[in-house]
Structures are given as C-alpha cells and as structure tokens.
C-alpha cells in the first residue's frame, strides 16, 4: 500500500511541476486579455482620425457632446445637456452610436 501511496504522490508532483507553469500562463493571459483588448482598440480610436479631440459629436444622434480627451482605454466627454463629463472605456465606444456633424452640411456647430 506504502508503495502504491509513493507512487501516486511522484506521478501527480510529476505533472504538476511539468503542467503547472502552463496552468500558470493559462491563467495570467485570461486575466489580462481584456486589458489588452482595450489597449488595441484605444490605439485603433486614437490613430483613427475619424474623432479628434475638441470635436462637436452626438450620442444616439440626440446627445450633444464634445469629446475633452482621448486615452488608450478610456475616452471623455463634455455632454452640453446636463453639463457634465463622461467617461466611457474605448471597448464600449462602438455601442454608444456616435455621430460627427460634417460642415459641408450647412453645421457649423
């Protein structure tokens, strides 16, 4: 029985200390998979030159908001209706609807 017991502890300390660092990574790269989604698709926003800081937009095409800065993971707006600012993660961006007033189309604003 001793033996069968010895036996048993070496195999699973054998593929723990051999699976283990994988388990380990397994792990790091779910936790920061996120962050780097945000990451990427900040730089995508911030390269893009489709927004640029100081712009007039609006939210839903009713929202009136002039975006303040733009960052890596987040963005912010000054929304003129309640006079306050916004900030939403750049991951979430694609959802908010956003729509630029284009001069040529008789809006100065």
Do not use: C
Request: hydrophobic content about 40%; aromatic content about 8%; proline content about 2%.
């Amino acid at each position: 029985m001793d033996s069968i017991e010895s036996q048993l502890e070496h195999i699973i300390s054998t593929v723990i200390g051999e699976v283990g660092w994988m388990v380990l990574a397994a792990i790091a790269m779910l936790t920061f998979k996120n962050t780097i989604q945000r990451i990427v698709e900040g730089i995508m926003f911030f390269i893009g030159g489709d927004y640029k800081v100081d712009d007039i937009a609006y939210i839903g095409g009713t929202k009136k908001v002039r975006i303040t800065r733009k960052g890596l993971t987040k963005t912010t707006f000054y929304v003129y209706d309640t006079k306050r600012k916004l900030i939403i993660r750049n991951d979430k961006l694609p959802h908010l609807r956003l729509e630029k007033s284009l001069p040529q189309n008789g809006d100065t604003e």
